[in-house]
């Protein structure tokens, strides 16, 4: 199941996020072009600490996969409707 804009959990973790939390949410779904640099992310043209990711991964809003054997960041399905109800 899909959860919706109006979801209760959707609701409360958008809330809980902080501003840098929402950007780099977004920025991760706006950017493809990304690249693991250091201790961070490379993100479009936006630098993301580790710690930042990998709060959002403990959120389950965002998860690292490969693609081409490069790691790349991605919204899950949460992550996505958090994602939509910032930008409403």
């Known amino acids: ?11 409360d973790t958008a809330k809980s996020l902080t501003r840098t ?3 780099a949410l977004r920025a991760i779904a706006f950017f493809r072009p990304q690249k693991k640099v250091g201790e961070g992310w490379l993100v479009g043209d936006r ?10 991964e403990q959120l389950e809003l965002v998860e ?5 054997g ?8 949460v992550g996505q409707a958090i994602k939509d109800r910032l930008l409403h």
């Open 21 to 23: 939390q929402q950007d």
């Open 47 to 56: 630098r993301l600490s580790e710690r930042i990711v990998e709060r959002l």
């Open 1 to 11: 199941m899909v959860p919706s804009l109006d979801h209760r959990a959707v609701v």
């Open 70 to 77: 490069e790691p790349v960041l991605q919204l899950t399905v």
């Open 64 to 68: 690292e996969s490969f693609v081409r």
